[in-house]
């Protein structure tokens, strides 16, 4: 079992940065892909990040290559987001998650674990 909590969410404008962090427990963390996913009003959940258990291989959604940057600290069971060069489109909810799929399916089915969500807005 794992338990997910995000924070850092907030409102910034457009250009601006935010940090997310996850917030993990339960013994599986140190083993499992972690990943965040995210999901604008009237859109599905898409992938947006993930980094596999030792925190040496990332993966981006394309939308957000360059832009974002995860990351983890298995010292401190933690997982981040760092957003930078926001765009309105980046808007949603964020979902912190954990899975062994996550890296290769990138699809919500791969996700095993999610937190509660926390609300990023961007204005232009």
């Known amino acids: 079992q794992v338990q997910l909590v995000e924070s850092g969410g907030g409102l910034v404008q457009a250009g601006g940065s935010l940090r997310l962090s996850c917030a993990a427990s339960g013994r599986t963390f140190r083993t499992n892909t972690m990943g965040w996913f995210r999901q604008a009003p009237g859109k599905e959940r898409e992938f947006v990040a993930a980094v596999d258990w030792s925190g040496a291989s990332a993966y981006y959604a394309d939308s957000v290559k360059g832009r974002f940057t995860i990351s983890r600290d298995v010292t401190k069971n933690t997982v981040s987001l760092q957003m930078n060069s926001l765009k309105p489109e980046d808007t949603a909810v964020y979902y912190c998650?954990?899975?062994?799929?996550?890296?290769?399916?990138?699809?919500?089915?791969?996700?095993?674990?999610w937190g509660q969500g926390t609300q990023v807005t961007v204005s232009s």
């Open positions: 998650a954990a899975g062994p799929a996550i890296a290769t399916r990138r699809t919500p089915r791969s996700v095993d674990y």
